[in-house]
């Protein structure tokens, strides 16, 4: 099966009755001289090249405890790594379009993991892009000789671009796209929705488990700059050609780091969510934060689907084997400093709201909050006051901050009738088929149809005075005020 595209000839293949081109190029080659470049147009090729087999991944090796280790890619990486793949159910068509980031705490990660492969949106009439962009120190490291911020970010913007360019060959809509992702994805969707150079590539927008979170300032990003040569005792000149596994270790152990061990005076504002290597505010590729952004009506204009776990924190919180009141205290501190809260008056305002949990539920209560569902609500409430929201939740509401963890919906969002799970990791394994059909469907909607639908009729927006959310559960679908979104008030310095 054949397309032309901008740069030339694909060949794909029919997979489970939609059509498949994987690992196609949107942009070139990370070579050591474009390593910290903007992304650069795909040199055309000539003849007809072979989509049948996935790309190389961009170079990581695990990172952030269990969590980031789980999440890590072993495949194989190397230099041609900024691909897309596409499933399609007709090249002929004009069908809706997901473009779909991963997560991995901006370090880890591909559009090429497993659960990734299924072509459940093909099969269900949409044309589905995954996107592979640059990690790391590669996508986020910021440098002062001239190398452009939020070069990850700007991967995926060219693979935007692409898709507009491309994916009428391929059987889509440009003008119907959805630019959606998880977790650091989330992230993604939340930061290009203020980066004006994305605004017109996308229709609607979906982050996942993630929203305004991970935003450096320039003097943290300089922070970063510094930590990262000093490590590696290197000038900023030498980075492009720095062998690439001293690069990807001094990567991780940064990233460990911080990530185990908050530090305000080192980490700034990246203390509070211990990922180093995020978008920074340059006054340029992102000129604000995207909450600010949003509050100014500057993000774009396009409806929006948003939503969390009800246990987001579940997993990430076994990184500490132990923990108490006080242990919980002072380990939040420095991640407390940047909104001007101390670890034990945000540990007190907790304990008060809920007496029942134990101190491991307080410390998933606050971490959750803290990384996902607080920058979710305020992203959610900031842009409902200029275009449609829907908010969800996925998952039951279980005692001490237990429920659905991060990530748990990912294998029923991405399930398609009748397909084999048996190689998919635990973590993301299906067992309840129905539930996991009407999960894909109700994504599905928000792609597809103007008024996105859901089990239960039409899915009912979401505002600031209306704070309804769908909660997702194998009981069943239900609307109920959102159960998360008054905690936002704990985080205000003023009750102190």
């Known amino acids: 099966m054949l397309v032309e595209t901008t740069a030339g000839i694909v060949e794909g293949f029919e997979e489970n ?3 498949a081109f994987l ?43 269990p969590v980031g280790k789980a999440a890590t890619s072993t495949l194989e990486f190397g230099t041609d790594f900024l691909t897309v793949n ?29 659960v990734l492969q299924s072509g459940a949106f093909a099969a269900s009439g949409l044309v589905e892009v995954t996107v592979n962009y640059r ?18 970010l700007l991967d995926q913007i060219a693979a935007l671009e692409w898709v507009r360019d491309n994916i009428a060959a391929f059987g889509g809509d440009p003008k119907q796209v959805t630019f959606a992702g998880r977790s650091a994805g989330g992230f993604s969707i939340a930061a290009v929705m203020a980066m004006p150079a994305a605004h017109g590539l996308f229709a609607r927008a979906m982050p996942q488990s993630g929203a305004s979170t991970g935003v450096s300032t320039m003097d943290d990003a300089q922070k ?4 990262m040569l000093d490590y590696l005792q290197v000038t900023e000149a030498e980075l492009a050609n720095l062998p690439f596994e001293k690069l990807l270790i001094a990567q991780r152990d940064l990233c460990n780091e911080s990530y185990e061990q908050h530090d305000f005076e080192r980490d700034g504002s990246a203390s509070m969510l211990g990922v180093p290597f995020v978008p920074v505010i340059d006054g340029a590729s992102l000129p604000l934060h995207p909450e600010d952004a949003a509050a100014r009506g500057k993000t774009a204009a396009v409806p929006m689907m948003i939503g969390c776990t009800t246990g987001e924190y579940v997993t990430h919180a076994t990184a500490q084997p132990e923990m108490d009141f006080e242990l919980a205290a002072r380990l939040l501190h420095q991640r407390m400093l940047p909104l001007g809260l101390t670890g034990a008056e945000v540990v007190r305002r907790y304990r008060e709201l809920l007496p029942e949990h134990t101190a491991r539920g307080i410390w998933r209560a606050v971490g959750g909050d803290l990384v996902f569902q607080n920058p979710a609500t305020r992203f959610a409430r900031l842009h409902a006051a200029h275009q449609p929201v829907y908010k969800y939740l996925y998952g039951p509401i279980e005692a001490d901050e237990l429920g659905a963890p991060h990530g748990a919906e990912v294998g029923e969002v991405w399930y398609r009738s009748g397909m084999d799970v048996s190689h998919l990791p635990a973590r993301q394994a299906v067992t309840r088929v129905r539930f996991a059909e009407a999960v894909h469907e109700t994504w599905v909607s928000f792609v597809r149809d103007q008024t996105p639908r859901t089990p239960i009729g039409d899915w009912l927006p979401y505002s600031e005075t209306t704070p309804t959310v769908l909660q997702i559960e194998e009981g069943g679908f239900h609307y109920r005020a959102d159960p998360f979104g008054s905690r936002t008030t704990l985080w205000e310095p003023s009750l102190v």
């Open 17 to 19: 009755g939609y059509a």
């Open 23 to 65: 690992g196609v190029p949107y942009a070139a080659p990370i070579t050591p001289e474009r390593r910290f470049a903007a992304p650069q147009p795909v040199s055309r090729w000539s003849g007809i090249r072979s989509a049948k087999a996935l790309s190389a991944v961009c170079p990581q090796i695990p990172t952030y405890g």
């Open 86 to 114: 596409i499933r399609t159910p007709s090249v002929t068509g004009s069908a809706p379009v997901l473009v779909w980031i991963h997560g991995g705490g901006y370090a880890v990660g591909s559009a090429n993991e497993a």
């Open 135 to 152: 990690l790391g120190a590669l996508g986020f490291l910021h440098l002062n000789d001239g190398s452009p911020d939020n070069r990850g």
């Open 224 to 227: 970063l700059n510094r930590r």
